[in-house]
């Protein structure tokens, strides 16, 4: 199956959360973590979300960098990356900072299962891409992704989806922010939640780098495929 290059990129406490048992959003990092992920959402051709991230932070996943923008849109690109959202049952806000903030294209991947009457009005805003029955097959999802011309996919939480993505083997890079707080709580978020691995399926790792960056450190990761485990 044809599928984009995919990352992930997170920040996560030293106790690896990534926000509060209330599903809060925490400042784990600083502003030059902030540039640096500014740079990778200009760099990629679509930033993706879950549906439970939309509920929680309300991201508007905009380029922040005048000089970004004005990069991207001198190579006959749009401002943004295309924003895409997870979102099997179709509860995106019809008011989400997504669709106020910024130019640019959206994309809402829904099931078969979402209401048809949301879907309707969801189609005022965004694209509407249909994958799977119940809840988003995301190897469908991808494949249709690659062929709307997304080639460079970063992905930017939360820890259901990150879940999904790594478990079908669907990711190849990540980065994760390691900041210098616990946060605790067992049902706050951590970078990958779902169901889990059992022992001969867990996921191995190459680590690229490790670099440390204000008070705490940016590691980049790369899934290994069956065959490099
Ligand atoms: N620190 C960080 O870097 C970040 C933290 N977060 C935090 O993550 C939390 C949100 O995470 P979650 O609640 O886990 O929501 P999520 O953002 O991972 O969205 C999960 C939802 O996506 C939908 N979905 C549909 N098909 C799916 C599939 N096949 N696989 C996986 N998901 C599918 C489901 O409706 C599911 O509930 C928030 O508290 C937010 O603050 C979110 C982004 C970045
Ligand atoms: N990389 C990173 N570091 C932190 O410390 C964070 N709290 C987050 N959170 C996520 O960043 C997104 C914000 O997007 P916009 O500024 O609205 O464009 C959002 O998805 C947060 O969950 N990330």
């Known amino acids: 199956m044809e599928r984009p290059f ?22 784990i990092s600083g502003q030059i973590d902030f540039n640096r992920m500014d740079k990778l959402r200009a760099g990629s051709d679509a930033v993706m979300v879950g549906i439970g991230t939309v509920l929680a932070d309300d991201p508007s996943l905009t380029v922040k960098s005048a000089e970004l923008k004005e990069e991207r849109i001198s190579s006959g690109r749009d401002e943004n990356p295309a924003r895409i959202i997870v979102d099997s049952k179709a509860r995106t806000p019809l008011d989400a900072d997504i669709f106020k903030k910024g130019k640019g294209k959206r994309i809402i991947i829904v099931s078969e299962s979402a209401p048809a009457d949301k879907v309707d009005l969801l189609k005022e805003q965004a694209i509407i891409v249909v994958a799977g029955e119940e809840n988003v097959d995301l190897k469908k999802a991808m494949s249709e992704l690659k062929n709307q011309g997304i080639e460079r996919l970063m992905i930017e939480g939360g820890a259901t989806l990150n879940w999904g993505m790594i478990s079908n083997g669907l ?59």
Do not use: C, H
């Open 171 to 229: 990711v190849d890079e990540f980065y994760t922010f390691v900041g210098n707080l616990i946060i605790g709580g067992k049902t706050a978020p951590t970078f990958t939640d779902g169901e889990g691995f059992t022992e001969k399926d867990i996921q191995k790792l190459e680590l690229i780098d490790a670099e440390k960056m204000e008070e705490g450190v940016l590691l980049k990761w790369k899934v290994l495929a069956n065959s490099e485990k």
């Open 6 to 27: 995919v990352f992930i990129n997170s920040a996560m406490s030293a106790d690896g959360k990534i926000s509060t048992k209330e599903r809060k959003q925490v400042r």
